[in-house]
């Protein structure tokens, strides 16, 4: 899996650290990228959502590292699209308080259509 490793070293992982995001063994991962072996469907699902993109394109079966837009995320500004582009680079902990702080800010509306 030519573009484990080439996903993992544009995030600045090492194989141990994605190894232990992934709850596997760094070993693993290397025999992973080694085309030694391959992850199970589980671990390539793992892969796909750590990564934000898809099974196929992990697996060389497409070269669109995204899965195609849907209706709602084609409506989406330039400047949301940034944004979401931003959102999914930041560790979970992050995800958790911007989640945390949207929702805080939102409560008060009766509907998203008030947003």
Not at 28 to 38: D, F, L, P
Not at 56 to 85: G, M, N, Q, V
Request: hydrophobic share 35%; glycine share 2%.
């Amino acid at each position: 899996m030519k573009r484990l490793r080439k996903l993992r070293l544009e995030k600045g992982l090492t194989q141990q650290q994605l190894a232990d995001l992934l709850h596997v063994s760094q070993q693993s991962i290397h025999k992973y990228e080694a085309g030694i072996c391959s992850p199970t469907a589980d671990g390539l699902k793992d892969m796909a959502h750590f990564f934000q993109t898809s099974v196929d394109f992990l697996i060389e079966l497409t070269d669109l590292p995204h899965p195609a837009e849907s209706p709602k995320t084609a409506a989406l500004s330039d400047e949301e699209k940034r944004l979401l582009s931003y959102y999914r680079l930041l560790e979970p902990m992050t995800k958790e308080l911007i989640q945390r702080l949207i929702n805080e800010k939102t409560k008060t509306f009766d509907s998203p259509q008030e947003l």
